[in-house]
């Protein structure tokens, strides 16, 4: 039995995760038939692979077309991407949901402590709309482990400010997760001045609202809502971790989790920081599913070891994507 658990959230050092990452692709090359087909479609040689960045990554877009599991454990719980119209939802069948919780917890917790220490509000109507987003599943665990004393919230943006303005004096924290319209929404209408609160922008504009530059988008929060920075949660629903951004949109990802750039040209190449490319991320905690994926976001590394996301593709167009959907 594979103790993938266990190395993953226990990781100290740089050749630690490297030496995982190159045991989980073994594992999953085996295992995940999929996967074995678009790495060997690419011709490397696996067997001397000596780091992880050579490891081929699986365009996310398979998430939208097949059922991507490693392994021969039974599915748990499946999430749905929130989608946008008539767009094609990716489906993540996750078989272990308490590997999931464990995983965002501890990342929750790596960046900002104990769970304990905060009253958590949610402003996601777009995925509250949907069934089955991860994100949903997330933070009703969040709230569930913090004081509860939180919540979700629709329509009903009247009675998420009082909440919140419930806790002007109370010494708790509070982070109001929202979607990225929903808070435009809600800046437009409300002027807020609370210094424990943590603006956590998530998502887009979902086809809701014209799409605006980060920068645009987080100095209007800040000034509706009195705070000097936004914070940001870059997750997806094909990935079972978390990156989170304290200011101006630079991400860090937990120890179990990083984000390597491809040439938009080649996508096998990988480009140093300070060049924009695709993103590229590794997970070593979705070991049940696949670690290693291409998303169509656009991003650079920094040399701080942060990323930034700078927009999506157009379109996909990743060398072997297209053969094996076919």
Not at 30 to 44: E, G, R
Request: hydrophobic share 35%; net charge negative.
């Amino acid at each position: 039995m594979f103790d993938f658990k266990n190395k993953i959230f226990n990781l100290t050092s740089a050749a630690d995760f490297n030496e995982l990452a190159l045991e989980i692709f073994q594992y999953q090359y085996k295992t995940n038939n999929l996967y074995k087909d678009f790495v060997d479609m690419l011709n490397i040689d696996i067997y001397n692979l000596e780091h992880y960045s050579k490891i081929p990554f699986l365009p996310v877009d398979f998430f939208k077309t097949h059922k991507i599991t490693t392994g021969h454990r039974k599915t748990e719980k499946i999430f749905l991407s929130s989608g946008t119209g008539k767009s094609v939802q990716s489906k993540h069948y996750v078989t272990d949901v308490n590997l999931y919780v464990e995983s965002f917890r501890k990342a929750f917790e790596y960046f900002y402590g104990d769970i304990k220490q905060y009253s958590i509000f949610a402003l996601l109507p777009s995925y509250l709309e949907k069934e089955g987003p991860s994100l949903i599943f997330m933070i009703n665990d969040l709230i569930k482990q913090s004081k509860n004393n939180g919540g979700f919230y629709l329509d009903n943006t009247s009675e998420l400010i009082d909440a919140i303005n419930k806790h002007v004096t109370n010494e708790q924290k509070l982070i109001l997760f929202g979607v990225s319209y929903a808070l435009l929404d809600l800046a437009e209408k409300y002027t807020l001045n609370i210094s424990n609160l943590i603006v956590m922008e998530t998502g887009g504009m979902k086809g809701r609202r014209k799409e605006i530059i980060r920068e645009e988008l987080h100095s209007v929060l800040c000034n509706s809502f009195g705070v000097d920075t936004i914070h940001s949660e870059y997750g997806m629903t094909e990935l079972l971790s978390q990156a989170y951004s304290k200011a101006n949109g630079n991400f860090h990802t937990p120890l179990w989790m990083k984000v390597l750039i491809r040439d938009i040209n080649d996508p096998v190449t990988i480009v140093n920081h300070g060049h924009s490319g695709g993103i590229n991320v590794i997970d070593l905690a979705n070991y049940n599913s696949c670690s290693f994926i291409a998303t169509q976001d656009l991003g650079k590394l920094n040399e701080d070891g942060s990323f930034s996301v700078l927009g999506r593709f157009d379109y996909s167009d990743i060398r072997g994507c297209s053969l094996l959907i076919a």
